[in-house]
């Protein structure tokens, strides 16, 4: 690694460009050959050799560029490289470790965890605050804590007290499509609702397009979402996410069961592929490997509970950057009533 930096021969202007990425977007996954990505690895290359007791071949300058990159970068895994290079402690880990979210990439998330984990045994508990107003502590299955509001209407403040010091905060909410972040990638994302009308044959049905806001509890459904991207560059590592009601569920059996559009009746149906879907809250997800022109997928959808609904439109994200996204066609929150 050391010889493949000192022949690869970077150049120190390189590591003085400003980083602009998001702190969720991935170094490793989405970035590889970026600046920073190559600050990480020199300085992780240094902390190797250290502990070898093994001299490096790269220049004293570009060693020192590549630390004040990876220090002063918003990135918790250039941060924990850094931290393993010069040393550190329990303070320095947990501020590291409060920079690390759900959000952020999997593979980074764990290789920091990982590497920190000799410097864990030596923080003090974390005492999280409690709210003041109406808010009632609940305890998670997997042994954490929550706060839910039980008082009246929607809280305006959250208050924690005037004592509190600063902290790293998750916010988990819904906002109205309108306020959204609109697309900023060039992908189309529809999705159409068909019902399952049988046809003559067994296992064989109509798709009758759902132009209405009624669904009817007893009957079969598909959900189409056609994703189409309007760039040559291949988009790597998405999800989509489709949002649906309460008591809706993806119906796993697929096996068999043909399908035509109401203009091709007559001719032979098309043989429904296995579902790709994992389900999510309130929500099914179906991961994208690689998007390059148009693509579709299709799952059989039952609405169990009965009701009336407001649902956000599907969207496409870019797994290991996130604030690439874009929204269904229409952008709005649409009404349902199961029936």
């Given amino acids: 690694m050391d010889e493949a930096i000192a022949r690869r021969g970077t150049k120190t202007e ?26 990480v690895a020199n ?20 060693q020192q560029y590549a630390w004040d990159k990876a220090a002063n970068s918003n990135q918790p895994l250039a941060h924990t490289v850094v931290l393993l290079n010069s040393g550190g402690d329990a303070t320095q880990t947990a501020a590291i470790l409060s920079g690390l979210t759900a959000e952020q990439s999997t593979i980074e998330r764990a290789l920091a965890m ?29 042994g954490g804590e929550d706060w839910r509001w039980v008082g009246q209407g929607v809280p305006d403040i959250l208050s924690f007290g005037d004592e509190l010091s600063p902290q790293n905060v ?16 060039p992908v189309t994302v529809e999705r159409q609702l068909y019902r399952l009308i049988p046809g003559e044959e067994e296992m064989s049905f109509i798709l009758q397009p759902v132009t209405s806001n009624e669904i009817d509890s007893d009957a079969l459904y598909l959900d189409e979402i056609t994703l189409t991207s309007e760039q040559d560059a291949v988009l790597r590592y ?9 008591g809706a569920d993806v119906e796993r059996t697929t096996w ?11 001719q032979q149906g098309q043989l429904l592929e296995k579902a790709r879907n994992e389900m999510g809250e309130l929500a099914y997800m179906v991961p994208v490997k690689e998007l390059t022109g148009t693509v579709t997928f299709r799952h059989l959808l039952r609405f169990s509970q ?18 690439q996204q874009s929204v269904a066609a229409g952008s709005e929150w649409t009404g349902m009533q199961v029936k």
């Fill in 306 to 323: 009965k009701g009336q609904f407001v649902l956000p439109p599907a969207r496409y994200v870019r797994s290991y950057a996130p604030a």
């Fill in 114 to 142: 990982n590497w920190l984990a000799k410097y864990m045994a030596t923080m003090p508990p974390v005492v999280l605050p409690a709210p003041a107003g109406a808010w009632a502590k609940h305890k998670l299955t997997g």
């Fill in 238 to 246: 998405g999800q989509v996410e489709v949002p649906l009601p309460p």
């Fill in 256 to 266: 068999g069961i043909s399908v035509n559009k109401p203009n091709a009746a007559k």
């Fill in 170 to 185: 998750q916010v988990r909410w819904r906002e109205p499509a309108k306020m959204a972040q609109q697309s900023n990638i």
């Fill in 43 to 62: 300085v992780l290359t240094m902390t190797l050799l250290k502990k070898a007791q093994l001299k490096s071949t790269v220049m004293p300058q570009v």
């Fill in 14 to 39: 390189d590591f003085s460009e400003e980083d602009t990425r998001d702190i969720n977007d991935s170094l490793i996954l989405d970035t590889p050959e970026s600046p920073l990505a190559d600050a």
